[in-house]
């Protein structure tokens, strides 16, 4: 199939084509060359596909009270918003990632809905993910310790009355997994839905809520299966307060001693990793995903992502659910992180096309999505085509197109995306599922099946104010 388009960024030597051709079959590029004639009609300019390398495909928490708190109340809230139905939850994400550009997705999944047998639902997700046309690499979170808080809860607890405390234990408060049984788990998902769109990994929460034989379980088994793991690290204070208390020889020294620290590995967040923290993290050629808008509205701090790309830390972007505008915008995520790290002054972290390329390519890596975005003979036909007479509208002089994009971007500009060289959205409209009936279908649903939460609102308020007065506590005691 051949796609023309006016301009191309083939993400590799950071120059801008004029005039192309693109040739793909078989869900690779065969070629690009120039067009033996301009192009007539919509004017484009060609990119290699987004990557979201951080997410839960859960629903949009803000629609369930979950705003303006910190992440360790936050969590506790979004249990309203649990999946009622885990292939339309799904759906929705993975068709808002499409219409925004995103060819892949990490999807760290954190909170199965119970409604069917896990493995069931894992199927359900991955279904949703082919209907969609997105890859997806897939890890079941697992957490063995600190349900509620960073250590013991009874406080938090013994404040609340009984029926108030029994709904939260019930909620949060189960029986662990054991190491053996989660490395097992992960084989039986891998065999049920592994394959060439979508990469299954092993998914511990954090280190705050994983016990040593479970990470030393989750390394061991990565070293033996070149298995990547995902998994989020000092993303807010109270995590940072945790680890150096349970870890005084520093928590990313013993994941370094024990194996964990790999290329295999990705880390989210890392918000408040510290210069030598970091320093070791880009040793081991593991990567950084960052989320900037998840970070914003959690209340997490900012991430030193300048100072880790500078001591040559592979840096990723992933959308956490949490995009500024909660509309999965991983372009306008890309702008944010490029206008708070990109540089002071004069001095530049990077410029735009370096920025673009180091993040679709370490986003794949991520994932597993083969290739590394470059758009060349050979690669994977994983593309999006910006509509450049918006894009432009109102140019008076010749511009870099890329430093337009990064100047105004946002997913509107999207009219294509194509991902294994099969067109999944065009214009906002992903093409293999109705987005808008979906989302109605799971309003619906959820309306139906608030009043099963309304223990839980009811506790809220007590509970919310014991876990700040523990926390609290937990970080002026360090």
């Not at 034989?213 to 088994?221: C, G, I, S, T, Y």
Request: net charge negative; proline share 5%; charged share 20%.
């Amino acid at each position: 199939m051949d796609v023309t388009a006016t301009r191309l960024f083939s993400g590799s030597d950071h120059n801008i084509r004029d005039n192309v051709v693109l040739r793909h079959d078989g869900g690779l590029i065969t070629g690009i060359s120039e067009a033996a004639t301009p192009q007539t009609g919509p004017r484009s300019l060609i990119l290699p596909a987004f990557i979201n390398a951080h997410d839960h495909a859960r629903p949009r928490a803000s629609s369930f009270g979950a705003v303006g708190m910190p992440l360790e109340s936050w969590l506790l809230r979004t249990v309203v918003g649990t999946p009622v139905d885990p292939y339309l939850t799904a759906a929705s994400a993975f068709a808002r990632a499409a219409r925004a550009g995103c060819a892949a997705m990490m999807v760290h999944y954190t909170r199965p809905s119970g409604t069917m047998p896990l493995v069931d639902e894992v199927r359900a997700v991955a279904r949703a993910a082919g209907d969609v046309g997105i890859r997806i690499a897939f890890a079941i979170a697992v957490r063995d310790q600190n349900p509620i808080v960073y250590g013991d809860s009874e406080p938090v607890l013994s404040g609340l009355a009984a029926d108030d405390r029994r709904t939260i234990e019930e909620l949060f408060v189960r029986m662990p997994m054991s190491p053996k049984a989660y490395i097992e788990l992960t084989d039986e998902i891998a065999a049920a839905i592994g394959g060439p769109k979508v990469d299954v990994q092993l998914g511990p929460a954090g280190v705050q809520w994983c016990s040593k034989p479970l990470l030393e379980a989750v390394a061991e088994n990565s070293a033996q299966t070149g298995r990547r793991i995902h998994m989020h690290l000092l993303e807010t204070i109270y995590q940072r307060a945790w680890a150096d208390q349970h870890f005084p020889d520093g928590i990313v020294r013993y994941l370094r001693d024990i194996g964990f620290l790999s290329e295999r590995l990705a880390l989210a967040h890392c918000t408040h990793a510290r210069p030598d923290e970091i320093e070791m993290i880009a040793a081991s050629g593991a990567r950084i995903v960052t989320n900037f808008s998840s970070n914003l509205h959690l209340r997490s701090g900012l991430a030193p992502i300048a100072a880790a790309h500078a001591c040559g830390c592979a840096i990723a972007v992933g959308v956490d659910g949490l995009a500024l505008d909660e509309d999965d915008d991983v372009l306008r995520e890309m702008r944010l992180v490029q206008m708070m790290h990109g540089g002071l002054g004069f001095k530049r972290t990077w410029t735009p096309p370096e920025f673009l390329a180091l993040a679709i390519r370490n986003g794949r890596r991520a994932t597993g999505a083969p290739g590394t975005g470059e758009l060349a003979a050979g690669a994977p036909a994983d593309f999006v085509r910006i509509d450049l007479d918006r894009l432009e509208r109102d140019q008076m002089i010749d511009a870099d197109p890329l430093d337009l994009l990064f100047a105004r971007g946002n997913a509107q500009l999207v009219s294509e995306l194509v991902v294994n060289g099969r067109t999944v959205a065009i214009a906002g409209r992903c093409l293999g599922v109705d987005l808008p009936a979906i989302e109605q279908e799971l309003r619906g649903i959820m309306r139906a099946s608030a009043a099963s939460y309304a223990h839980v609102l009811r506790a809220w308020p007590r509970l919310s104010s014991s876990l700040q007065h523990w926390f609290e506590a937990q970080l002026t005691c360090n």
